[in-house]
């Protein structure tokens, strides 16, 4: 039996996302997040062409680390005693899919909704299918024990709704991981709230996100729909936007300015089931009017040109017959509508012939949050083909440095422990007057707090 409180790394080591930390306190073992780590995928692989056949080809490049008692491929009692998952980006929860059914996943009841529609859109995918797992749905206020360890999910801010970061109490002391969070979104008090609780718990470590120490500004979402309402608003052909189907607040801001200057937003079936979904099972997000539901006079829903639709996709059509158009129908009415709109639907602007004065917003940034890579070279030869210019409008959906140094210095944990960032050294150097002690992590060495 182990008496100290002992932290693992197997991810998020390095690079942003794919976060997997073990904590094992006593004879107890969690993992903080579980997720796909996008870079260290995009060193082999390449979707879709050069894409992992097996669970075994992501072994081999330690994609998935090489643990055994865990996977639900191997036939053995679980060594783990549950996951905690803190929100719903694929860089954080996707390889849960792995994970033996017996151990028991907890997140916030937002997280599994969207892991559960999310699941249901992308049909047979190897690495994200959340089917048989037990979601075991957690609040703000609730307290988990697992053995020797109590933990305390508290919101925060993120570019995703139900993220949360986790107080964690162990027999060495308590400690904090904040997920990836922000003080620049729609809701900063929710960040507030948890950096409360963090700093009240005195903690003994703190597992920090450090994702934009090397690409920071200064912005914030409310500004960011100030921006798309002005650039909408001097378009007189179409407007069409790409911007991450989950991220609510990003579609939120899309809608309003949309509706401000009296055009509908046009959504993807995707985007549509996530939304209908949320809608329906989301408490909070039922009652937010600032947030459309698909009979909203203002949303329509965009059918992609193809040749077999899946069965979600026709009853979702069904649904909401009236509200379906297709590029022919969007190419007819150009100045009523501001098209949700990524680098893989470019095949439709061919039907749908932006007219001279239509542009192209991209309002995102983050490919990790993502499953891919966009391809600008190409992008810019189809907005160069039809005239359209490029608008980059967006903020990160992660603290910015000089605020994140502000919560540590808040919080004080004895030790920190930076993850999630590309560039830890510059972290430590940034925040080395701080009274904390600063740990690089390595990738599956044991620490001890
Ligand atoms: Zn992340
Ligand atoms: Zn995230």
């Known amino acids: 039996m182990q008496s100290k409180t002992i932290l693992t ?3 998020g080591v390095n690079e942003i996302g794919g976060n997997k930390v073990l904590l094992k306190d006593k004879d107890t073992k969690i ?5 796909m780590p996008f870079a260290l995928r995009g060193q082999f692989y390449s979707a879709p062409f050069l894409a992992p056949k097996s ?3 992501l072994l081999e490049f330690d994609i998935l680390p090489r643990l055994s008692g865990i996977y639900e491929s191997e036939n053995s009692e679980p060594e783990i005693d549950a996951v905690f998952i803190s929100h719903s980006h694929m860089d954080h929860a996707a390889y849960t899919t792995f994970l033996k059914k017996s151990i028991p996943v907890y997140c916030g009841e937002t997280t599994k909704i969207l892991l559960e529609a999310l699941s249901k859109i992308r049909v047979r995918n190897l690495e994200f299918n959340v089917k048989d797992i037990q979601f075991k749905p957690f609040r703000t206020g609730d307290k988990i024990q697992i053995g020797s360890v109590e933990v305390e999910p508290v919101h925060v801010d993120h570019s995703v709704p139900g993220a949360y970061g986790f107080v964690i109490h162990t027999s060495s002391g308590s400690l904090a991981y904040t997920g990836d969070f922000r003080l620049h979104g729609t809701r900063p008090e ?3 709230d948890f950096i409360e609780k ?3 718990a005195k903690p003994v470590a703190m597992i920090p996100e450090g994702t934009n120490m090397a690409g920071a500004e200064i912005s914030s979402e409310p500004e960011v729909e100030k921006k798309l309402t002005k650039i909408i608003k001097g378009t007189s052909g179409i407007v069409l936007v790409d911007f991450a189907r989950a991220d609510v607040d990003r579609l939120r801001s899309v809608y309003q300015a949309a509706k401000r200057n009296g055009r509908n937003l046009v959504i993807p079936l995707k985007q549509a089931y996530l939304l209908e979904a949320l809608k329906q099972k989301d408490k909070e997000l039922r009652k937010d009017p600032r947030i459309p539901n698909l009979n909203d006079e203002h949303i329509m829903i965009f059918q992609k040109a193809k040749k077999r639709y899946y069965v979600w996709e026709r009853e979702l059509m069904e649904r909401y017959q009236t509200k379906v158009v297709d590029s022919s129908k969007i190419a007819k009415k150009q100045s009523r509508m501001v098209l949700a709109f990524s680098f893989y639907d470019f095949e439709e602007l061919v039907e749908i012939k932006p007219k001279p004065g239509s ?4 309002s995102v ?4 949050d993502e499953e891919m890579q966009i391809d600008y070279e190409r992008m810019t030869n189809w907005l160069n ?6 608008y980059h409008v967006h903020i990160s959906g992660h603290i910015m440095p000089l605020q994140l140094k502000e919560t540590l210095q808040a919080i004080k944990p004895k030790q920190i422990f930076p993850i999630h960032g590309a560039y830890p050294e510059l972290f430590s150097r940034f925040m080395s007057n701080l009274k904390s002690k600063i740990t690089l992590v390595e990738r599956e060495k044991e620490y001890t707090v």
């Open 9 to 11: 790394f197997y991810g």
């Open 55 to 57: 669970e075994k080809s």
């Open 385 to 390: 083909h039809y005239g359209l210019p490029l």
């Open 359 to 362: 542009c192209y917003i991209s």
């Open 365 to 368: 940034s983050e490919p990790y």
């Open 190 to 192: 929710m960040t507030k």
């Open 31 to 35: 993992f903080l997040d579980f997720g």
């Open 198 to 200: 963090a700093k009240e």
